[in-house]
Every structure is written in structure tokens, then in C-alpha cells.
């Protein structure tokens, strides 16, 4: 081939791909990128910035990648003169900085608001349902305010027998996280959802889980040796069960 006939080939497929890439950018079309869609309220507001943010990186890795294999390409040695020889280009280094500058601000202004929105939290009176969550070497304990003050409504969970977070589906829960011990971290993978429970902190989360059935939840922070057994389930019933399972902490 020509060296405009490669160069006419390499930009059909690279100009066919960006269409290919572009046209697919229908909210609806986009995969969860690892991520199902709707299972909690968070899911409904990361999830976008998730594949947002991927978008983003794609546009600017297939540039990148243009701009590093079209020279590779197209611009080989032609002779033995010595290319122009400069130090710098003002123009090309203050509008790179500026690119990433604007880069750096959408992606901050898209996360900001996704986080304030993500970390709203109803006072613990205004609140549908309250649960306290404490991190413990190694497992952890649900507390189920809904249930009264006994002692029956804590559940706790040990490595052997980890717990069940029992959750109302489509019901608002405000979560308060705190620990007995070290740092760890609250986290179930499917609903994009992760906090850490730091001892002597109270750190508050609220969400509502949006589909019947049972997820992991894991401890995502290093806490020690058993750190890898802290796991427990999330289990979503219908309201009418969740007050049936309360009922039973309650009787115990
Ligand atoms: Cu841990």
C-alpha cells in the first residue's frame, strides 16, 4: 500500500470507530461497565458518572493514542538533515494545560454533585428506618432501631457465621456506621455503596435498596488478620416482611 493509502486506511478505521463508539452513547445501550443498574438509590446517581467517566477516559485514550502512532506512522525519518530544532511552543503547552484544567473541572463539578446528592441524610427522627452498623475484629453488628432498645434487635456475626443485613425494599434506611475497634469499611459492591466505620466517629449513610434478593457485602478496609472473613449478606424483602422480621427480633 501507498503511504496515503495507509494513511487514508488508518484514518477510515479510526474515523468508523469513534462513529461506532459515539452512536452507542445512548444512555440506555451503555453497559454497567461491571455495574447493574437500579439495584439501590445509589446506583441510580454513580452509576452514570461511572460510565460517564469511562467515556471520558476512552475519548481521551483513543486521541492519545492518535497522537503518539500517527507520527509513529506517518512521520518517519525522511532524510538524514536534522529536523527544526526549538525549546518550546507557548501556544501548544498553555492550551494542554488548559485542556486539562477543563478536564479536571467536569470531571470535580460531576462528582460533587453526585456526592452531595449520595450523602444526604434525613435526621435519625425524620427517617423511615434507622440501622447502626458497628465494624468489629472480624465480622460485624447490625443494630435494628426500628426494633426498640433490647438487646434482641442487635445482630451480631462472627467469621464462621457471618451476618444477614436485613433491608426493606424500594424504604429509605439511614444507616449510622461506627466501630468497636480499628478502621474498616462498609461496603456492598452491587449497590455502589462503600463508608468507612472509623472507632469514635459516627459516619451516617442513607439509601433505599431497589430489588428483591440477596448481595455481598464486604469489609474493604485493611483491618487485620482476619480482615478477608469480615463479610456478611444484604438481604432485601418486601416491606410487609421487613416488618415481620422486625417483629421477630423484637420477640426474642
Ligand atoms: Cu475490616
Not at 5 to 34: D, E, H, P, R
Not at 107 to 123: C, N, P, Q, Y
Not at 134 to 158: E, M, R
Request: aromatic content about 10%; charged content about 15%; proline content about 5%.
Amino acid at each position: 500500500m501507498s503511504p496515503s493509502g495507509a494513511k487514508k486506511a488508518a484514518l477510515v478505521t479510526v474515523g468508523s470507530g469513534l462513529i461506532l463508539l459515539l452512536t452507542g452513547c445512548q444512555s440506555k445501550n451503555i453497559s454497567g461497565l461491571g455495574y447493574d443498574k437500579g439495584l439501590s438509590s445509589v446506583n441510580d446517581t454513580t452509576l452514570p458518572l461511572w460510565q460517564g467517566a469511562w467515556i471520558a477516559a476512552g475519548v481521551v485514550g483513543v486521541l492519545t493514542a492518535l497522537a503518539i502512532f500517527y507520527p509513529i506512522l506517518f512521520n518517519r525519518q525522511k532524510s538524514d538533515e536534522l529536523p527544526r530544532q526549538f525549546r518550546h511552543n507557548n501556544k501548544v503547552e498553555i492550551s494542554l494545560t488548559a485542556i486539562a484544567f477543563i478536564i479536571v473541572l467536569v470531571l470535580f463539578g460531576f462528582t460533587a454533585r453526585a456526592e452531595s446528592k449520595i450523602t444526604h441524610v434525613d435526621s435519625a427522627a425524620a427517617a423511615q428506618h434507622n440501622i447502626e452498623v458497628k465494624g468489629i475484629q472480624w465480622s460485624w453488628q447490625f443494630t435494628y432501631n426500628d426494633a426498640g432498645t433490647g438487646p434482641s434487635t442487635t445482630v451480631t456475626g462472627t467469621p464462621a457465621q457471618p451476618p444477614t443485613l436485613v433491608l426493606p425494599l424500594g424504604e429509605k434506611v439511614r444507616f449510622t456506621l461506627t466501630s468497636n475497634d480499628v478502621d474498616h469499611g462498609f461496603w456492598i459492591p452491587a449497590f455502589m455503596i462503600q463508608m468507612q466505620t472509623l472507632p469514635g466517629v459516627e459516619n451516617h449513610l442513607q439509601f433505599a435498596a431497589q430489588k428483591l434478593g440477596t448481595f455481598p457485602g464486604r469489609c474493604n478496609i485493611l483491618c487485620g488478620r482476619n480482615h478477608s472473613q469480615m463479610l456478611f449478606t444484604v438481604k432485601v424483602v418486601t416491606p410487609a416482611e421487613y416488618q415481620t422480621y422486625l417483629s421477630t427480633l423484637k420477640a426474642a
